[in-house]
């Protein structure tokens, strides 16, 4: 569910390195995944997206991965840029129900990249 | 192609005043439409969605209502601005139910 009220977690990683971001969701019903990269006083921008049928989804650069036994999701970055640098966070979108439609984020990452 | 328009950038209201920010969304129909509110340094809270007109789902008591006049037109808004009311409001729409959504850039509201 939302963890809002919470100071952000950080990543710091050196450029070219490979990132790892993660992501807990509590809602079961949720069958649907969306990464977002939030760059300082913007809105949030879709990264990649992942439907509970799959466990990995591959992007440019990217890959989602989807544990639905745990109810966890992680962002890999490879050779991570300094144009990287963002706050990334994870959403659920949940299928049917009273809570249909309803987008609902994670606490989000803080990704800090070092040339 | 779809664009959303959110506006004002910035606002700075004093304590008491009313609150109108407007979201509008181009080239689509029906759309999801979402209002976040985020606090520095801190997660998006989803203050409201709505899946069609005149529909409105409130996540969270608070002071802020919402509207949604016409089909592509998202209104939040206050009677009395709180202290609290201080922050980076987002406005989003989806397409369809159970897709991703796509945020507008913001309107930083400093209630003083």
């Known amino acids: 569910g939302e963890s809002v009220g919470l100071h952000l977690p950080t990543l710091s990683v050196q450029e070219g390195d490979n990132s790892i971001i993660n992501c807990a969701y509590s809602?079961?019903?949720?069958?649907?995944f969306i990464w977002y990269k939030q760059e300082s006083g913007k809105g949030p921008q879709f990264i990649i997206d992942i439907r509970s049928n799959m466990d990995k989804r591959q992007g440019q650069r990217v890959t989602v991965l989807l544990n639905k036994t745990v109810k966890h999701l992680s962002l890999q970055i490879a050779a991570t840029q300094p144009g990287d640098s963002a706050v990334y966070f994870c959403a659920e979108n949940r299928a049917g129900g009273t809570s249909y439609g309803k987008l609902t984020f994670g606490q989000g990452t803080i990704l800090t990249v070092h040339p | 192609s779809q664009t959303i328009h959110q506006w004002p950038a910035t606002l700075v209201q004093p304590v008491g005043s009313p609150l109108s920010l407007e979201c509008t969304v181009e080239?689509?129909?029906?759309?999801?439409l979402y209002w976040y509110r985020q606090a520095a340094g801190r997660g998006l809270q989803l203050l409201f969605y709505?899946?069609?007109?005149?529909?409105i789902s409130s996540e969270v008591p608070q002071n802020l209502s919402a509207s949604r006049p016409q089909d592509r037109q998202f209104i939040l808004s206050s009677k009395k601005l709180l202290l609290s009311d201080s922050g980076f409001y987002l406005c989003?729409?989806?397409?369809?139910?159970?897709?991703?959504?796509?945020f507008g850039q913001g309107t930083r509201l400093t209630v003083v």
């Open positions: 809602n079961s019903a949720s069958d649907y």
């Open positions: 709505s899946v069609g007109i005149g529909q």
């Open positions: 080239g689509t129909s029906n759309p999801n």
């Open positions: 989003a729409w989806g397409p369809n139910l159970n897709t991703e959504a796509f």
